[in-house]
């Protein structure tokens, strides 16, 4: 009897360690923030609810069920004040847009919606592309304007078409490529590789025509339907996203990568800054860069890490590529010099990844469709010319090395992936199976096989570099115009969309695909995958929003 007693207590002192032991786990179970969205008399899903604290640069967004409910776990959201938004194309928030929240509690906020007043302010580029009439052809036309700002722009203008041939199109000719409207500059020279002469005034002509055809030039209201794109369903439902603001709105995160420690880095596209945010605590940091040619303008494309973690970049016109040490927090440059440094010269992409097999490191020159090799250890610099003698108008976006450190480059002028043998220097071409395809950018993983975005293909393509063959993704909506493709450690390939806020996680086995809505418009560029997560996590920067966006699918 005794030692049953002994027991029992015993097991009775276990039961109640247990329940101890599991309150936390209780209570981390526990929503900070749930409720309900509704329309009317409708629960709504797939509505992007979005919470933010008093005087916080931190902005959690999830996103409502097929129920209408939404809910934040209590690890995103400590105790305080929130402002609340929601993203729903054709809806506004009818309230409450507040909600406070408290210590191992749930606090309750069903919100209203009522239909928008203003739905021409909601659509994102690919909504206004597939509303205006006309061809592909003259849609396709704008896809460049979206790298400085929203189609919204031209299209609430009233200018004619005479005034876009003779004032606009010139003028936006003149910019560099990270100009913004807050954040403009002119270029100094032209690129060798591009239009000139009758041949531009006939690509303004055809541009100039088109957009007078659906702007407010000859209206008073745009003479067309706006199409939508449905709310998110099933599993892009079952994410979460976390905004992390930045302090400047002409921050432009163009790369973002996360380093071993948790760290993320990122290039700012107009400005001479390499930036590190601390996602634990949101503080950021900047480390300036020195401009080597002053008065050309300034911003960094292109982040990539070697072997030993140091950081890689071009920094554009200022004609230099660049190497950051985090360890020491210190840079190393390497200018062009001589003939190659000319004012059109554009140094992008840098490309290490390979450099520990042969000591170089690839780059690109967008001034002139060339690829530069640098030797690390002596300074000296290789240059070649792909499309040297060659017409038409060429522009060597990306170069992505092998394991060989052979380097693979994407021709988004035309619809080309090129190679380039590192010991003998021979030059290869293959097209890819769409036309005129604008491969863009990409990477290679781990079986030497060239994963990269199809911009005017609407496309993931994949090229076996063994086999030299091509395969191809179709990426819904159109107008998808994928950037950027990385693979992660479960073989899915991830993209982002300039054009529709939205990204996408591909199942090459299946062809299924995941769209991933943005609490916000969101201009994409480099893509990046952290496989230490489990599920995996996915970062981008909005490149005109000044934030930097983490994507945490919940399956």
Same mark, same amino acid.
């Given at each position: 009897?005794?030692?049953?007693?002994?027991?029992?207590?015993?097991?009775?002192?276990?039961?109640?360690?247990?329940?101890?032991?599991?309150?936390?786990?209780?209570?981390?179970?526990? =929503?900070?923030?749930?409720?309900?969205?509704?329309?009317?008399?409708?629960?709504?899903?797939?509505? +992007?609810?979005?919470?933010?604290?008093?005087?916080?640069?931190?902005?959690?967004?999830?996103?409502?069920?097929?129920?209408?409910?939404?809910?934040?776990?209590?690890?995103?959201?400590?105790?305080g004040a929130y402002s609340l938004r929601i993203r729903a194309v054709g809806y506004d928030l009818d309230g409450p847009s507040q909600a406070s929240v408290a210590?191992?509690?749930?606090?309750?906020?069903?919100?209203?919606?009522?239909?928008?007043?203003?739905?021409?302010?909601?659509? /994102?580029?690919?909504?206004?592309?597939?509303?205006? =009439?006309?061809?592909?052809?003259?849609?396709?036309?704008?896809?460049?304007?979206?790298?400085?700002?929203?189609?919204?722009?031209?299209?609430?203008?009233?200018?004619?078409?005479?005034?876009?041939?003779?004032?606009? +199109?010139?003028?936006?000719?003149?910019?560099?490529?990270?100009?913004?409207?807050?954040?403009?500059?002119? *270029?100094?020279?032209?690129?060798? #590789?591009?239009? *000139?002469?009758?041949?531009?005034?006939?690509?303004?002509?055809?541009?100039?025509?088109?957009?007078?055809?659906?702007?407010?030039?000859?209206?008073?209201?745009?003479?067309?339907?706006?199409? /939508?794109?449905?709310?998110?369903?099933?599993?892009?439902?079952?994410?979460?996203?976390?905004?992390?603001?930045?302090?400047?709105? /002409?921050?432009?995160?163009?790369?973002?990568?996360?380093?071993?420690?948790?760290?993320?880095?990122?290039?700012?596209?107009?400005?001479?800054?390499?930036?590190?945010?601390?996602?634990?605590?949101?503080?950021?940091?900047?480390?300036?860069?020195?401009?080597?040619?002053?008065?050309? =303008?300034?911003?960094?494309?292109?982040?990539?890490?070697?072997?030993?973690?140091?950081?890689?970049?071009?920094?554009?016109?200022?004609?230099?590529?660049?190497?950051?040490?985090? #360890?020491?927090?210190?840079?190393?440059?390497?200018?062009?010099?001589?003939?190659?440094?000319?004012?059109?010269?554009?140094?992008?992409?840098?490309?290490?990844?390979?450099?520990?097999?042969?000591?170089?490191?690839?780059?690109?020159?967008?001034?002139?469709?060339? %690829?530069?090799?640098?030797?690390?250890?002596?300074?000296? +610099?290789?240059?070649?010319?792909?499309?040297?003698?060659?017409?038409?108008?060429?522009?060597?976006?990306?170069?992505?090395?092998?394991?060989?450190?052979?380097?693979?480059?994407?021709?988004?002028?035309?619809?080309?992936?090129?190679?380039?043998?590192?010991?003998?220097?021979?030059?290869?071409?293959?097209? /890819?199976?769409?036309?005129?395809?604008?491969?863009?950018?990409?990477?290679?993983?781990?079986?030497?096989?060239?994963?990269?975005?199809?911009?005017?293909?609407?496309?993931?393509?994949?090229?076996?570099?063994?086999?030299?063959?091509?395969?191809?993704?179709?990426?819904?909506?159109?107008?998808?115009?994928?950037?950027?493709?990385?693979?992660?450690?479960?073989?899915?390939?991830?993209?982002?969309?300039?054009?529709?806020?939205?990204?996408?996680?591909?199942?090459?086995?299946?062809?299924?695909?995941?769209?991933?809505?943005?609490?916000?418009?969101?201009? %994409?560029?480099?893509?990046?995958?952290?496989?230490?997560?489990?599920?995996?996590?996915?970062?981008?920067?909005?490149?005109?929003?000044?934030? %930097?966006? #983490?994507?945490?699918?919940?399956?």
């Open positions: 009897m005794l030692r049953r007693s002994v027991i029992a207590s015993l097991v009775c002192v276990a039961g109640i360690i247990c329940v101890l032991a599991a309150g936390p786990s209780v209570q981390q179970a526990r =929503p900070a923030l749930s409720g309900t969205v509704t329309a009317g008399s409708e629960a709504l899903e797939g509505v +992007l609810v979005s919470a933010r604290k008093s005087g916080s640069t931190v902005t959690v967004t999830v996103v409502s069920g097929k129920d209408g409910r939404y809910s934040f776990p209590a690890t995103k959201l400590e105790p210590a191992d509690q749930t606090t309750t906020a069903d919100l209203m919606l009522r239909a928008t007043k203003d739905l021409a302010s909601q659509l /994102t580029n690919a909504e206004w592309l597939a509303s205006m =009439p006309g061809t592909d052809g003259q849609k396709g036309q704008l896809l460049n304007c979206v790298g400085c700002h929203t189609l919204a722009r031209p299209l609430n203008s009233k200018y004619t078409a005479d005034e876009f041939l003779t004032m606009i +199109l010139p003028r936006m000719q003149g910019y560099v490529n990270q100009s913004m409207p807050s954040h403009p500059q002119l *270029r100094h020279a032209e690129r060798l #590789k591009e239009e *000139r002469g009758d041949q531009r005034v006939q690509v303004y002509r055809g541009v100039a025509d088109y957009l007078a055809s659906v702007n407010l030039s000859s209206h008073p209201t745009w003479n067309f339907e706006f199409k /939508t794109l449905p709310r998110p369903t099933g599993a892009a439902t079952r994410v979460i996203y976390t905004e992390y603001d930045l302090p400047r709105e /002409t921050i432009e995160p163009h790369d973002v990568i996360v380093d071993v420690n948790g760290m993320v880095w990122f290039s700012s596209f107009g400005e001479q800054n390499l930036g590190r945010l601390d996602p634990r605590t949101g503080k950021l940091t900047e480390f300036a860069i020195p401009e080597h040619k002053p008065g050309f =303008p300034t911003g960094l494309l292109g982040l990539r890490s070697d072997a030993e973690g140091n950081l890689w970049f071009g920094n554009m016109y200022q004609a230099t590529i660049a190497r950051f040490d985090p #360890k020491t927090e210190t840079f190393k440059f390497w200018p062009l010099e001589g003939e190659g440094n000319i004012d059109a010269a554009q140094i992008n992409m840098v490309s290490p990844q390979s450099s520990g097999v042969d000591g170089k490191v690839w780059a690109q020159n967008n001034g002139f469709a060339g %690829i530069h090799r640098l030797d690390v250890a002596s300074g000296k +610099l290789e240059t070649f010319e792909p499309f040297k003698g060659m017409s038409g108008p060429h522009n060597i976006y990306d170069v992505i090395p092998d394991s060989k450190n052979n380097v693979y480059f994407t021709d988004f002028r035309q619809r080309h992936i090129g190679r380039l043998d590192a010991k003998t220097g021979q030059i290869d071409l293959y097209e /890819t199976p769409t036309p005129s395809s604008a491969p863009r950018r990409g990477s290679m993983d781990a079986q030497d096989r060239l994963w990269f975005g199809e911009y005017r293909g609407d496309r993931i393509g994949m090229f076996d570099t063994k086999k030299e063959e091509f395969r191809e993704w179709p990426i819904p909506p159109k107008w998808s115009s994928p950037y950027d493709v990385v693979v992660d450690k479960n073989g899915e390939a991830w993209t982002g969309s300039m054009l529709s806020d939205q990204v996408t996680r591909l199942n090459p086995a299946t062809g299924e695909t995941i769209n991933y809505l943005l609490p916000r418009s969101t201009n %994409i560029r480099r893509v990046f995958v952290d496989n230490s997560t489990t599920p995996v996590s996915f970062w981008a920067g909005n490149n005109h929003g000044a934030s %930097i966006v #983490k994507v945490e699918p919940l399956e």
